[in-house]
């Protein structure tokens, strides 16, 4: 299995709603990341998990939360979203040297009214 | 910090002709430059990557050159096909990795 699955794939929420995206890969990678892709523009960094321990947040405002409850599965936690936050958040992982060699998932498309 | 530019913003070819990217970076101590194949509706994908110990990658149609002095790469494909019409992503990286601003592809059959 040399795939990173995310749900959901479509997501749209209020500004005063809580949601979660979920992230599973289960190549035995012990990197995974989570990315910003607005339209038209390269991913954005936002969080990196090194076995299972943040290890990288990119100044990212706190409403939104990653959690790494194992190996396998990453998630994103968000919480009072703002209109210019939709985007495609896409999850990674990789194994060895961090940043390199990501495999990608296809991404959850995420619109805030 | 590092900065990636990439050339050019979109590139249009025949079906059978070359594509060339062109990426420069501007940290010296960058050591590590991917390419990533995005397609509608999907993540990017690594299609191939180099280090700054090698001047020159292949992988069949495609191809990365590496010049440190210059601090420039380039990614080559030759032989296009319309399944390559895609947004490509050049990287540096020495810990931190960092994106160019995505080239548009076409590849019209």
């Known amino acids: 299995d040399t795939e990173v699955t995310q749900t959901p794939k479509h997501l749209v929420m209020g500004m005063t709603n809580k949601k979660s995206l979920k992230c599973e890969q289960h190549?035995?990678?012990?990197?995974m990341y989570w990315y910003k892709q607005k339209a038209k523009k390269p991913p954005e960094l936002m969080f990196v998990?090194?076995?299972?321990?943040?290890?990288i947040n990119e100044s990212v405002p706190s409403r939104f939360s990653p959690e790494c409850p194992n190996s396998s599965l990453l998630n994103l936690h968000l919480h009072a979203l703002q209109p210019e936050d939709s985007a495609l958040y896409l999850c990674?992982?990789?194994?060895?040297?961090?940043?390199?060699?990501?495999?990608f998932g296809s991404g959850t498309q995420l619109s805030v009214l | 910090g590092e900065n990636v530019e990439q050339h050019p913003s979109t590139l249009s070819v025949q079906e059978g002709d070359s594509a060339v990217i062109k990426c420069t970076y501007s940290d010296s101590a960058s050591n590590y430059f991917p390419w990533y194949k995005q397609e509608l509706g999907k993540g990017p994908q690594l299609i191939i990557d180099i280090r700054s110990n090698v001047g020159e990658k292949k992988d069949q149609r495609i191809a990365v050159t590496l010049n440190k002095t210059a601090k420039h790469f380039s990614l080559h494909i030759t032989e296009t096909q319309p399944e390559d019409s895609a947004v490509y992503f050049c990287?540096?990286?020495?810990?931190?990795?960092?994106f160019g601003k995505g080239t548009k592809l076409s590849v019209k059959p």
């Open positions: 190549m035995g990678h012990r990197a």
């Open positions: 990674a992982s990789s194994q060895g040297r961090a940043n390199e060699k990501l495999f």
């Open positions: 998990y090194s076995y299972e321990k943040l290890s």
């Open positions: 990287a540096a990286s020495r810990g931190n990795l960092i």
